[in-house]
Structure formats: structure tokens, C-alpha cells
């Protein structure tokens, strides 16, 4: 699988946009990219994935890079609930084989 | 909603004893994954099932085992219970299939081995 690389921490202003960096330069070609988040002390929860277009959802928008080398996830409006571990993964098709890294720690202040 | 059910939250066991852990989904999931979560390591996968009965190593399968005999049950086991076991516990759930690639996870169990 390949590896991917988030900052380990950022702060984000409630009701402004956060935008989540991750490289992923080693991504295959069947390689999706996902995103999920993790709350204190509950489990993972997915939030989108894709594979070349941008997409969006009811919980947030992911822009990848035409070479597929890294991409941008978009909470548009944060709130005080957003603040969590935010992983970016890379994997294969069928998704059995998600291997998750450190992530970004996400504190959205008031 | 797709639920994901862990047996426990929290559990303390005693070094050498077998331990299950027991995971149930109620979205007739093909696929079932067990992770373990530790400060610093992140996420890595144990083990995962694609199909009733089968299953495939994941990235750290030594000293665990696991056990699928329904479709939506997927147990952990713990053959003979190690203090380098105490961790954070997490079982998921995946539809499989074209395009649902997406996976639910529990709510987690601590387990504690003294």
C-alpha cells in the first residue's frame, strides 16, 4: 500500500473553512484515496473517498491533484464538533486493506 | 444506519488467559476487519474476512486468531492473553462490492492484560 504524509496537527477557526493537506506520491493507479476521522474515544468514521475526480458530500469535499500525488480535504464550515484525528489513506479498490498512519489532530477553536 | 457492536468496552484479563472478542454488524456486510489501535503506532490491521469462514492476515497477526461462522459475526481471539496486547481494540464492517468501499467501525474495546 502506499504511504501517505498529513502535518501532525492544525488549528482551525469554528465557522471558518479547513482544509486538510496529505501526499500521497507513491499512489497506484487503482489506488482510492479515503478520508475518515476519529472523535475522542469512539471509533473511526468514514467522511468521503475517491479516485481522480473531486468529490463532495453532506460532511465535507475532497480536491485531488491531477498527477494524484496528494490531495485536499474541505470542511467548509467548521465547528467545535469537527475537532478530531483526521486520516488520510490510501487502498486498494475492493478497500480491504486500509492502513492507517498518524493522521492530523484538528482542533477547531471557538 | 449501519450499527457496529462490540461484546465490550472494557476488559481486563490476566496474562495467559484466551480472550474473545466479539464483533456484530447488521448490514449484511460481506467484509469484517479487526484493528488495534496503540499511542503513536495509529491503526493497523489484524485480520480481515471477505466471506463467511475465510479470512486473510492483515499487517499484524501474530499471537491472535479469528473466527467467522456467520455473516455477521466476527470474532478475535486471543490464544494466550500478553501484557504487549493491551491496546485499544477495533472491529469494522464494509459492504464490499463495486463502489461501496467504505468501512464502519465500532465503538471500540480496551482491553487491559496484567
Known amino acids: 500500500d502506499a504511504k501517505t504524509t498529513q502535518p501532525p496537527s492544525m488549528d482551525c477557526a469554528e465557522g471558518r473553512a479547513a482544509n486538510l493537506p496529505c501526499n500521497h506520491s507513491?499512489?497506484?493507479?487503482?489506488?482510492?484515496v479515503y478520508w475518515y476521522r476519529q472523535i475522542h474515544s469512539q471509533g473511526p468514521q468514514y467522511i468521503i473517498h475517491g479516485l481522480k475526480n473531486n468529490e463532495t458530500n453532506e460532511m465535507a469535499s475532497l480536491i485531488i491533484t491531477e498527477d494524484r500525488k496528494s490531495s485536499t480535504l474541505i470542511l467548509p464550515h467548521a465547528t467545535l464538533r469537527d475537532t478530531a484525528v483526521y486520516y488520510c489513506?490510501?487502498?486498494?479498490?475492493?478497500?480491504?486493506?486500509?492502513?492507517f498512519g498518524g493522521g492530523t489532530r484538528v482542533l477547531v477553536k471557538p | 444506519d449501519v450499527k457496529v457492536t462490540q461484546s465490550s468496552r472494557y476488559l481486563v484479563k490476566r496474562t495467559g488467559e484466551k480472550v474473545f472478542l466479539e464483533c456484530v454488524q447488521d448490514m449484511d456486510h460481506e467484509n469484517m476487519f479487526w484493528y488495534r489501535q496503540d499511542p503513536g503506532l495509529g491503526l493497523r490491521l489484524i485480520y480481515f474476512?471477505?466471506?463467511?469462514?475465510?479470512?486473510e492476515k492483515g499487517d499484524i497477526p501474530e499471537g491472535y486468531s479469528v473466527s467467522r461462522e456467520k455473516k455477521e459475526r466476527f470474532s478475535l481471539i486471543l490464544e494466550s492473553a500478553s501484557t504487549n496486547q493491551t491496546s485499544m481494540y477495533l472491529c469494522?464492517?464494509?459492504?464490499?462490492?463495486?463502489?461501496?468501499?467504505?468501512?464502519?467501525f465500532g465503538p471500540g474495546t480496551r482491553l487491559t492484560v496484567t
Open positions: 489513506i490510501v487502498g486498494e479498490a475492493a478497500g480491504n486493506k486500509l492502513t
Open positions: 474476512s471477505y466471506d463467511v469462514k475465510m479470512k
Open positions: 507513491t499512489i497506484s493507479g487503482n489506488e482510492y
Open positions: 469494522a464492517s464494509s459492504l464490499g462490492g463495486s463502489g461501496r468501499y467504505e468501512q464502519y
